[in-house]
């Protein structure tokens, strides 16, 4: 099997165990990871943090947002260029200033001066559909946070909110994968 076949294989098989989690335990595993994720050192020391809007099956971030909100953190958000096909990122003052866009994933709707570079990022939240322990990251095949991570001039740590399912042996590397620094489980936290 190529690597590209062995990453489509992964990726199957863990977008099918989270989606397969029962709500009830979704819930519980997400507030584990929010209570490990808001004590680790890079979140309590981050100004500004960059999340993802959780979609579908993925770890909600939701919560996360609007706790760090609360706690004075800004919070930005990426949304879909479709016409330079890549990440930008706008600041957001509360989850109302967010619409459906792109696979009707929540992104912000917001005027063009709330939006913000990466280098003015403290801490990345990234998604995922598997995780491995040398912090290798498995997205949806559309590359975009590669492509928008690989634009970072200063070291951000990158964390990875994951459900035990989406932890696995070992996914393939390519040069321009970006690899995040720590993974959190609701069982642990995974240095990489």
């Known amino acids: ?14 977008l099918q165990k989270r989606d397969s989690i029962s709500k009830s ?3 519980e595993k997400d507030a584990a990871i929010i209570q490990r ?4 050192p890079e979140f309590i020391n981050a100004k500004t943090v960059f999340f993802y809007a959780s979609f579908r ?4 971030t939701m919560n ?16 879909v260029d479709k016409e330079n096909n890549r ?5 957001i003052k509360g989850l109302s200033e967010l619409s459906h866009g792109c696979m009707h994933i929540l992104e912000p709707s917001v005027s063009e001066d ?11 939240v990234i998604p995922g559909a598997a995780f491995d322990s040398r912090g290798n990251r498995l997205g949806y095949g559309a590359g975009f946070y590669d492509m928008l991570l690989s634009k970072m001039e200063k070291k951000i740590p990158i964390v990875a ?25 609701e069982k642990r936290i995974i240095e990489c």
């Open 1 to 14: 099997m190529t690597d590209k076949e062995i990453k489509k294989t992964i990726r199957q098989g863990t």
């Open 25 to 27: 335990a979704k819930e």
């Open 37 to 40: 994720i808001v004590k680790l």
């Open 57 to 60: 099956s993925e770890v909600d």
């Open 64 to 79: 996360m947002i609007k706790l760090s909100i609360s706690m004075g953190k800004l919070i930005v958000l990426p949304k």
């Open 87 to 91: 990440l930008k990122l706008y600041e």
């Open 114 to 124: 709330r939006l913000r570079g990466l280098n003015d990022v403290d801490l990345i």
């Open 161 to 185: 909110p994951a459900y035990e399912e989406q932890i696995v042996e070992r996914i393939p590397e390519e040069p321009h994968d970006i690899k995040v620094d720590k993974i959190v489980t």
